[in-house]
């Protein structure tokens, strides 16, 4: 995907067979991107490290998720609601990074990336597949 986003202004995305969205890179994000990421590299791989760094961030972001977790690099991602501004974003992560500067080593912010958004629609598609091979399995004796 990333170098759908390098090369092409336009762009398409099918899952099942069907087009789900087709558009400008941009425009897809903003209609189709729900959050951002923030990677954090830790001083520490501790368990206690990570869970007091995740509850720190839970407090500063209501809806919070633990993506990853490996070797010293956390994933969060963050759904977001419309009038959150990325200089809101980035003043509260500074904020924290100084905070916590003994648990985070560095840390970046990320926008919603066009893999992000084909697999919301591919995990759309297979929670529909899913629930409707459920259906057919109740109807059938």
Same mark, same amino acid.
């Given at each position: 995907m990333d170098e759908c986003e390098q090369l092409c202004?336009? *762009? !398409?995305?099918?899952?099942?067979? +069907?087009?789900?969205?087709?558009?400008?890179?941009?425009?897809?994000?903003?209609?189709?991107?729900?959050?951002?990421?923030? +990677? *954090? +590299?830790?001083?520490?791989?501790?368990?206690?490290? @990570?869970?007091? @760094?995740?509850? !720190? *961030?839970?407090?500063?972001?209501?809806?919070?998720? *633990?993506?990853e977790n490996h070797a010293g690099m956390v994933t969060y991602f963050i759904k977001t609601i419309d009038d959150l501004k990325w200089s809101e974003v980035f003043t509260s992560m500074e904020a924290f990074s100084r905070e916590w500067t003994h648990f985070v080593e560095n840390y970046s912010v990320n926008e919603t990336t066009l893999e992000d958004i084909f697999l919301k629609f591919e995990n759309s598609q297979r929670r529909a597949s899913a629930q409707q091979l459920r259906h057919s399995n109740e109807i059938e004796p």
């Open positions: 202004n336009r *762009l !398409a995305i099918m899952t099942g067979g +069907k087009f789900k969205c087709s558009g400008y890179v941009p425009d897809l994000k903003k209609r189709f991107g729900t959050g951002f990421t923030i +990677k *954090l +590299k830790l001083k520490s791989e501790e368990d206690y490290v @990570v869970n007091d @760094v995740t509850e !720190a *961030l839970c407090k500063i972001f209501d809806d919070c998720q *633990l993506r």
